[in-house]
T-cell receptor, first 113, second 112 residues
Framework: AQSVSQHNHHVILSEAASLELGCNYSYGGTVNLFWYVQYPGQHLQLLLKYFSGDPLVKGIKGFEAEFIKSKFSFNLRKPSVQWSDTAEYFCAVSNTGGFKTIFGAGTRLFVKA | ETGVTQSPTHLIKTRGQQVTLRCSSQSGHNTVSWYQQALGQGPQFIFQYYREEENGRGNFPPRFSGLQFPNYSSELNVNALELDDSALYLC???????????FGPGTRLTVL
């Protein structure tokens, strides 16, 4: 069955700490991978995406993610978080046709100032 | 450029009623997808419309139906509402051939 698993439901960090959010997927065929972010009171927005090519992708606000095909993983990283990174983060996967996107349950990140 | 808009923002219905939610896609986008996001969960894919035709469907019963209009706006209709239908309903649009979705703010549906 197609699924996306996010390892941490809640993460609390202090400012300047490093962040890594885990994401594993089960999805047949060639995949497109995404991280979306939802800031408090705002709607979902794309943080970064992987379609093909370099497995290390860079997104907005200093975030990056690495696609490891052998591990079916697409972990999100940021070297130094800020208070403004407090949000909920969703990993998502779709087929290359793109008509069905599967989301993980989300990880709520709280960054202490 | 106007982003994806949804109406209404909030809605309260009782069990057994029917509801229609609306979505205006971003300018130039001809593909619309609908998602249900229950509290504490990630969005779940309901269905997608491309050029007024259903292009794929998730694991939702037939009482969830949709429409897409020539201007690419869309409706989600839910019949015979159940308590478990209480959720945030998200609409996302994308341009043709581009697998990147732009989300609206959602409609919060409460079924009593």
């Amino acid at each position: 069955a197609q699924s996306v698993s996010q390892h941490n439901h809640h993460v609390i960090l202090s400012e300047a700490a490093s962040l890594e959010l885990g994401c594993n997927y089960s999805y047949g065929g060639t995949v497109n991978l995404f991280w979306y972010v939802q800031y408090p009171g705002q709607h979902l927005q794309l943080l970064l995406k992987y379609f093909s090519g370099d497995p290390l992708v860079k997104g907005i606000k200093g975030f990056e993610a690495e696609f490891i095909k052998s591990k079916f993983s697409f972990n999100l990283r940021k070297p130094s978080v800020q208070w403004s990174d407090t949000a909920e983060y969703f990993c998502a996967v779709s087929n290359t046709g793109g008509f069905k996107t599967i989301f993980g349950a989300g990880t709520r990140l709280f960054v202490k100032a | 450029e106007t982003g994806v808009t949804q109406s209404p923002t909030h809605l309260i219905k009782t069990r057994g009623q029917q509801v229609t939610l609306r979505c205006s896609s971003q300018s130039g986008h001809n593909t619309v997808s609908w998602y249900q996001q229950a509290l504490g969960q990630g969005p779940q894919f309901i269905f997608q419309y491309y050029r007024e035709e259903e292009n794929g469907r998730g694991n939702f019963p037939p009482r969830f139906s949709g429409l897409q209009f020539p201007n690419y706006s869309s409706e989600l209709n839910v019949n015979a509402l159940e308590l478990d239908d209480s959720a945030l309903y998200l609409c996302a649009s994308s341009p043709s051939g581009i697998n990147e979705q732009f989300f609206g703010p959602g409609t919060r549906l409460t079924v009593l």
